[in-house]
């Protein structure tokens, strides 16, 4: 009974770090139906980001979580404006191209960060210990990923259901024409979707190096592994992420403890397959959406 | 005037004739001059760049700073010796066609071997089939044991990595372990050695659980693992994955009275990414730079005085088989292959990383591996006793 507590509490935890982790690539497909393969490069950056930080001037994650943040909303920013707005193709060309150019970007934010901190990998010594709570021992640094990651998600939900820009974001992904015939700046919404996305990532790296060590070639498993989990959710739905990050937190401890740690790692395909037979538009998308 | 012309041509053509005997016998008297000088070529592909270099370059290193020593105590046979190394990226079939050209387009003289095994199985083919040796810095077995006689294996087999940590596991009177594997070939390899090594000293392998290379969660496995109360936890692993379970181990209070693992605690990123965690963890390593080998100061000195750092056991190991290859060559006294290799099958001798002795099908059975230990923030050899550098923290202190 402990043990089942154990691994339900574990699962949870791990289920919100893997939200966390994914949340920008949501809100980046979600407003601009922009697959952002650079997406986990972005998260090792910023966690390298806040190993540095960590190493040089003994700055612990939680500090280096804005900086991080800050500097990719920047490169976020950069990229939109110097890339991105620069397709002009519409369609299926346009989105193929995005989606080269996302590729492209991958390359080179993975290499400057190898040129950077070379490749060993790196993780930083934080929360380590745990709380007791009852017979159940609670990882601290599982905990404070995971509460941040749901209070992310859940300001951004609130932004966008609930305040005029992010309402203009949200009208901005339901149709582009309508919002720009509507007096909307798309292109500046479209960056701001883009620089919030990618700091969403830096912010999550700078927290999650502490729980996974990261090499600079990890960022294409992470992309993997966060699109996973917002097309689980139904793509660009929050609430849908959150489900899908929480299922697949349970589904791995709980096949890990009971199947196996090599069973582990392909149930969670198994889940996903399922789910996309079952519910192509993902368990909250909407038919039509994507 | 005909006459005089033929007389000429004729005392022309003489001097000719000699002048052309003259260069040719000065030619002829040159040309065994001309290949006493004639460097020795020593061939190899190396991963230089990309993420698995920073060991290649380490081996790298050490293969260089053998070549600059033997050159400066008057070469190999006579000869200089320089070498010819390319980048292979750590992709296997880029290290496959370098080898092909090493042999055929730069015809090399001596080979030398690429890190890890992966990428010495790939080129082990080609090297053995145009009949060249090669000391191999591959841990694993497969490409020797008589299926590649030309590859001679310098550095310790895999499966005798973790013999000291279950040594002294044993001499503390421990009886159960629990075996955490990473499911690819050199993790599964050792963790074979961990077994056979633990019944021979009489302790019980309670758990064994295996899992993918991709694994980042480790907290179910490190639950399981904990639950028959092992007195060891050794992780068949690599650098992340030995963080992970230390991580999962510490974040949920679980206690054995040793944690082990193959690699891992050896880098000196361990120490950096679990902090106190780290402390008490043990390791295995197969070289310290504190080692009492043969000539191991001197190494070390030389190494940092012309690298700036301290060599780790990658480019202990790569100055020791350039250092033994070149020993068995000049006992050959030529560059036939097959006698070098019957010479290096025979060697016994000693080294800055060991003694090096090969078994009749070439795999190694000189070698050692030593146990160390993080012990406040500083690596330190603990076993075998007569190498060490401090007395093991044992048993593992709980977690506060």
Same mark, same amino acid.
């Given at each position: 009974?402990?043990?089942?507590?154990?691994?339900?509490?574990?699962?949870?935890?791990?289920?919100?770090?893997?939200?966390?982790?994914?949340?920008?690539?949501?809100?980046?497909?979600?407003?601009?139906?922009?697959?952002?393969?650079?997406?986990?490069?972005?998260?090792?950056?910023?966690?390298?980001?806040?190993?540095?930080?960590?190493?040089?001037?003994?700055?612990?994650?939680?500090?280096?979580?804005?900086?991080?943040?800050?500097?990719? %909303?920047?490169?976020?920013?950069?990229?939109?404006?110097?890339?991105?707005?620069?397709?002009?193709?519409?369609? #299926?060309?346009?989105?193929?191209?995005?989606?080269?150019?996302? %590729?492209?970007?991958?390359?080179?934010?993975?290499?400057?960060? %190898?040129?950077?901190?070379?490749?060993?990998?790196?993780?930083?010594?934080?929360?380590?210990?745990?709380?007791?709570?009852? #017979?159940?021992?609670?990882?601290?640094?599982?905990?404070?990923?995971?509460?941040?990651?749901?209070?992310?998600?859940?300001?951004?939900?609130?932004?966008?259901?609930?305040?005029?820009?992010?309402?203009?974001?949200?009208?901005?992904? $339901?149709?582009?024409?309508?919002?720009?015939?509507?007096?909307? !700046?798309?292109?500046?919404?479209?960056?701001?979707?883009?620089?919030?996305?990618?700091?969403?990532?830096?912010?999550?790296?700078?927290?999650?190096?502490?729980?996974?060590?990261?090499?600079?070639?990890?960022?294409?498993?992470?992309?993997? $592994?966060?699109?996973?989990?917002?097309?689980?959710?139904?793509?660009?739905?929050?609430?849908?992420?959150?489900?899908?990050?929480?299922?697949?937190?349970?589904?791995?401890?709980?096949?890990?403890?009971?199947?196996?740690?090599?069973?582990?790692?392909?149930?969670?395909?198994?889940?996903?397959?399922?789910?996309?037979?079952?519910r192509p538009q993902g368990l909250l998308g909407r038919v039509g959406r994507v | 005037m005909l006459q005089g012309l033929q007389r000429r041509s004729i005392a022309r053509a003489a001097r000719l004739v000699a002048v052309a005997a003259g260069a040719l016998a000065t030619a002829l008297a040159a040309a065994p001059?001309?290949?006493?000088?004639?460097?020795?070529?020593?061939?190899?592909?190396?991963? $230089?760049?990309?993420?698995?270099?920073?060991?290649?370059?380490?081996?790298?290193?050490?293969?260089?700073?053998?070549?600059?020593?033997? !050159?400066?105590?008057?070469?190999?046979?006579?000869?200089?010796?320089?070498?010819?190394?390319?980048?292979?990226?750590?992709?296997?079939?880029?290290?496959?066609?370098?080898?092909?050209?090493?042999?055929?387009?730069?015809?090399?003289?001596?080979?030398?071997?690429?890190?890890?095994?992966?990428?010495?199985?790939?080129?082990?083919?080609?090297?053995?089939?145009?009949?060249?040796?090669?000391?191999?810095?591959?841990?694993?077995?497969?490409?020797?044991?008589?299926?590649?006689?030309?590859?001679?294996?310098?550095?310790?087999?895999?499966?005798?990595?973790?013999?000291?940590?279950?040594?002294?596991?044993?001499?503390?009177?421990?009886?159960?372990?629990?075996?955490?594997?990473?499911?690819?070939?050199? #993790?599964?390899?050792?963790?074979?050695?961990?077994?056979?090594?633990?019944?021979?000293?009489?302790?019980?392998?309670?758990?064994?659980e295996s899992y993918a290379n991709t694994t980042t969660d480790f907290s179910a496995l490190v639950l399981k693992a904990a639950e028959s109360h092992p007195d060891i936890i050794v992780g068949a692993t690599y650098l992340a994955d030995s963080e992970g379970i230390m991580r999962a181990a510490r974040a949920q209070?679980?206690?054995?009275?040793?944690?082990?693992?193959?690699?891992?605690?050896?880098?000196?990123? %361990?120490?950096?990414?679990?902090?106190?965690?780290?402390?008490?963890?043990?390791?295995?390593?197969?070289?310290?730079?504190?080692?009492?080998?043969?000539? !191991?100061?001197?190494?070390?000195?030389?190494?940092?005085?012309?690298?700036?750092?301290?060599?780790?056991?990658?480019?202990?190991?790569?100055?020791?088989?350039?250092?033994?290859?070149?020993?068995?060559?000049?006992?050959?006294?030529?560059?036939?292959?097959?006698?070098?290799?019957?010479?290096?099958? $025979?060697?016994?001798?000693?080294?800055?990383?060991?003694?090096?002795?090969?078994?009749?099908?070439?795999?190694?059975?000189?070698?050692?591996?030593?146990?160390?230990?993080?012990?406040?923030?500083?690596?330190?050899?603990?076993?075998?006793?007569?190498?060490?550098?401090?007395?093991?923290?044992?048993?593992?202190?709980?977690?506060?």
């Amino acid at each position: 009974m402990i043990t089942f507590a154990t691994l339900c509490v574990l699962g949870l935890l791990w289920g919100g770090v893997y939200l966390l982790m994914a949340e920008g690539l949501n809100l980046i497909y979600g407003v601009m139906k922009v697959v952002n393969l650079a997406h986990g490069d972005f998260i090792v950056l910023g966690g390298l980001l806040a190993f540095s930080l960590f190493e040089r001037g003994g700055l612990t994650p939680i500090a280096a979580f804005p900086i991080a943040a800050g500097l990719l %909303f920047l490169i976020g920013m950069a990229v939109q404006l110097g890339v991105l707005e620069q397709i002009t193709a519409q369609g #299926p060309e346009g989105e193929l191209r995005t989606l080269l150019a996302t %590729f492209g970007l991958s390359y080179v934010v993975a290499n400057a960060s %190898f040129l950077l901190w070379g490749s060993q990998f790196q993780s930083i010594p934080f929360l380590q210990g745990a709380v007791q709570a009852g #017979p159940i021992a609670v990882p601290e640094g599982l905990l404070v990923c995971s509460l941040l990651a749901f209070g992310v998600a859940l300001l951004v939900h609130v932004w966008l259901t609930r305040t005029i820009t992010g309402k203009s974001v949200h009208a901005t992904a $339901q149709s582009a024409l309508g919002a720009a015939s509507c007096g909307l !700046n798309i292109r500046r919404i479209r960056t701001l979707a883009f620089a919030l996305g990618s700091a969403m990532a830096g912010g999550a790296g700078a927290l999650v190096i502490s729980l996974i060590p990261f090499q600079t070639s990890t960022g294409g498993d992470l992309t993997v $592994q966060a699109f996973t989990l917002i097309a689980l959710g139904g793509l660009g739905n929050y609430p849908g992420a959150w489900l899908a990050a929480e299922l697949l937190g349970l589904t791995e401890v709980f096949t890990q403890y009971y199947l196996g740690s090599n069973a582990a790692s392909a149930v969670v395909y198994v889940v996903f397959i399922g789910v996309l037979i079952f519910r192509p538009q993902g368990l909250l998308g909407r038919v039509g959406r994507v | 005037m005909l006459q005089g012309l033929q007389r000429r041509s004729i005392a022309r053509a003489a001097r000719l004739v000699a002048v052309a005997a003259g260069a040719l016998a000065t030619a002829l008297a040159a040309a065994p001059g001309a290949s006493a000088t004639e460097p020795i070529k020593v061939g190899l592909a190396i991963t $230089q760049t990309g993420p698995y270099s920073p060991p290649a370059v380490y081996e790298l290193q050490g293969y260089e700073l053998a070549v600059e020593e033997i !050159n400066q105590a008057g070469g190999l046979l006579g000869r200089p010796v320089t070498l010819v190394k390319y980048d292979d990226q750590g992709n296997p079939s880029t290290a496959v066609q370098l080898y092909q050209k090493l042999i055929t387009d730069d015809d090399v003289d001596l080979l030398l071997s690429p890190y890890q095994t992966d990428l010495t199985s790939a080129v082990a083919p080609v090297v053995n089939r145009a009949r060249r040796v090669m000391p191999c810095l591959a841990a694993n077995i497969e490409a020797f044991g008589g299926k590649y006689p030309y590859l001679i294996q310098a550095m310790t087999q895999t499966s005798r990595y973790m013999v000291p940590v279950v040594d002294l596991a044993a001499q503390k009177g421990y009886k159960t372990l629990s075996l955490l594997v990473q499911n690819t070939q050199f #993790p599964q390899q050792l963790a074979e050695g961990v077994e056979k090594e633990a019944a021979a000293k009489g302790i019980k392998v309670v758990f064994k659980e295996s899992y993918a290379n991709t694994t980042t969660d480790f907290s179910a496995l490190v639950l399981k693992a904990a639950e028959s109360h092992p007195d060891i936890i050794v992780g068949a692993t690599y650098l992340a994955d030995s963080e992970g379970i230390m991580r999962a181990a510490r974040a949920q209070n679980i206690d054995a009275k040793m944690f082990a693992f193959s690699i891992g605690p050896v880098e000196p990123e %361990f120490d950096k990414a679990l902090g106190d965690a780290a402390d008490a963890v043990f390791g295995t390593t197969l070289y310290f730079p504190t080692l009492h080998t043969k000539g !191991n100061p001197a190494f070390v000195k030389a190494f940092a005085d012309k690298f700036g750092r301290q060599p780790t056991y990658h480019a202990a190991l790569a100055y020791a088989s350039f250092k033994v290859l070149a020993g068995a060559v000049a006992k050959v006294g030529s560059l036939d292959q097959t006698k070098i290799r019957d010479a290096l099958l $025979q060697t016994s001798e000693d080294t800055v990383a060991g003694h090096f002795q090969v078994d009749k099908t070439g795999i190694q059975i000189g070698y050692n591996s030593y146990a160390l230990q993080w012990q406040g923030g500083k690596q330190q050899l603990v076993w075998p006793e007569g190498a060490a550098t401090a007395t093991p923290i044992i048993p593992h202190p709980a977690w506060k």
